[in-house]
Structure formats: structure tokens, C-alpha cells
């Protein structure tokens, strides 16, 4: 069974930083990308970013309106995809998922096809 | 960045109603287009993938068509599972981003 579970997410304050976990089980982690997504309470869906699989270079791209504050990286060892969210806005609370992405270049097809269930992060004082 | 939309924002149907909810993007995707749906707490579920391409172990009342920039989801007929909020999403370009949403309610 695939599954993705997000952990790390809480409350922290303003300006500090996070790191948060996808931890995967149930399909070969290495032949995918993930990508991170947020969604603020009451708001719909946005994108963070993804890193690809080390098969398509490995690379990372994330939301340019989100002036690289955000980090995203893979230990394939472990099968977990990390999002590390710095000088943390109070704007940037929300849930947070992690989504598996079969990446497919030859297409140009991304899709999303299996989500963690989301971490919360409250930024507050 | 590409902008994508959705109509209705929001519908209210009844069970065995066929419903149809479009979304547009601000600039053509060629058939680069998912379809989601969430429900209160959950995180989204793939619907639909490449405009068309119904996702494993989804019903075939779900059908998906449109390319460039006009997109349709359909379900033949509303079950009661099927109220929730739909999302499109465009993969053609990153910053791969959202429609705002259609909330289908019941009647």
C-alpha cells in the first residue's frame, strides 16, 4: 500500500525555521519526484515545489513567489522527501502535503497521484 | 504563472444529477490538466490526469475532456460520496497551480 505521512509541522514563531518530513512506504521512492504543497485554512491549494527523481536529475524548482524560503531535498536511502520553510511568516500557516509525482519528461506529464494526510504549521507569536 | 478558473464557484445538485463543472487557463496547457477533489480535513484525491486519463480506482461516472484552455469535468451521475470541492490544476508549466475551486453541495 502506498502511503505518504507528513510529520514536523506545529506551532512556531515568527522568523524561526522548520523542517518538515514525507515519510514514504509502498512503492519504489526512487523512481518518483514529490512535490510539497500548502493549503491555508479556509483557502484552496498551492503549490511549494518538488524535487525530481535522481533519474531525472534530481533537481528542485519551487514557487518563485515564495523567495527561496523554502528548501526541498530527498534521502532515498531512507524514502523520505524533506521541505525546510525558513524565516517563517505568519503567512505560511497551513496544512502541508507532500504528493508522489511520477514525472514522466518523455510526456511532460506531472500528476499527483497519492497525498499524505498534511501537518499543520501555525506561525504565531 | 499561469491563472486558472473555475465555474460554478459553487452548485447545488441532487443525487442522480449529472454535473458539469469547467475550468479555463489563462493561456493554452495542451491537455496538461488534473482534476481533484477534496473533502473537509482530507487531503486531495486524483481524479483525473492529462485532461482526460480517469485515475485508477476511480468511477466511470467521472469523465474529464477539453485541451489548450477549456477544460470539463463531468459526473454522469452525482453520488452521495461525490459531494466535495473539485480543483483543477494545470502541469504544462511550473509554478504548477490551482483553480479556486467548484463546491458541489447537495440539494
Known amino acids: 500500500e502506498v502511503q505518504l505521512v507528513e510529520s514536523g509541522g506545529g506551532l512556531v514563531q515568527p522568523g524561526r525555521s522548520l523542517r518538515l518530513s514525507c515519510t514514504t512506504s509502498?512503492?519504489?521512492?526512487?523512481?518518483?519526484?514529490v512535490n510539497w504543497f500548502r493549503q491555508a485554512p479556509g483557502k484552496g491549494l498551492e503549490w511549494v515545489g518538488f524535487i525530481r527523481s535522481k533519474a531525472n536529475g534530481g533537481t528542485t524548482e519551487n514557487a518563485a513567489s515564495l523567495k527561496g524560503r523554502f528548501i526541498i531535498s530527498r534521502d532515498d536511502s531512507k524514502t523520505i522527501a524533506y521541505l525546510q520553510i525558513n524565516s517563517l511568516k505568519t503567512d505560511d500557516t497551513a496544512i502541508y502535503y507532500c504528493?508522489?509525482?511520477?514525472?514522466?519528461?518523455?510526456?511532460?506529464?506531472?500528476?499527483?497521484?497519492?497525498w499524505g494526510q498534511g501537518t499543520l504549521v501555525t506561525v504565531s507569536s | 504563472d499561469i491563472q486558472m478558473t473555475q465555474s460554478p464557484s459553487s452548485l447545488s445538485a441532487s443525487v442522480g444529477d449529472r454535473v458539469t463543472i469547467t475550468c479555463r487557463a489563462s493561456?493554452?496547457?495542451?491537455?496538461?490538466l488534473n482534476w481533484y477533489l477534496q473533502k473537509p480535513g482530507k487531503a486531495p484525491k486524483l481524479l483525473i490526469y492529462?485532461?482526460?486519463n480517469l485515475q485508477s480506482g476511480v468511477p466511470s461516472r467521472i469523465s474529464g475532456s477539453g485541451s489548450g484552455t477549456d477544460f470539463t469535468l463531468t459526473i454522469s451521475s452525482l453520488q452521495p460520496e461525490d459531494f466535495a470541492t473539485y480543483y483543477c490544476?494545470?502541469?504544462?508549466?511550473?509554478?504548477?497551480?490551482f483553480g479556486p475551486g467548484t463546491k458541489v453541495e447537495i440539494k
Open positions: 490544476q494545470q502541469s504544462y508549466r511550473t509554478p504548477f497551480t
Open positions: 509502498g512503492f519504489t521512492f526512487g523512481d518518483y519526484a
Open positions: 492529462a485532461a482526460y
Open positions: 493561456q493554452s496547457i495542451d491537455i496538461y
Open positions: 504528493a508522489r509525482d511520477p514525472d514522466i519528461p518523455a510526456a511532460g506529464i506531472h500528476y499527483f497521484d497519492f
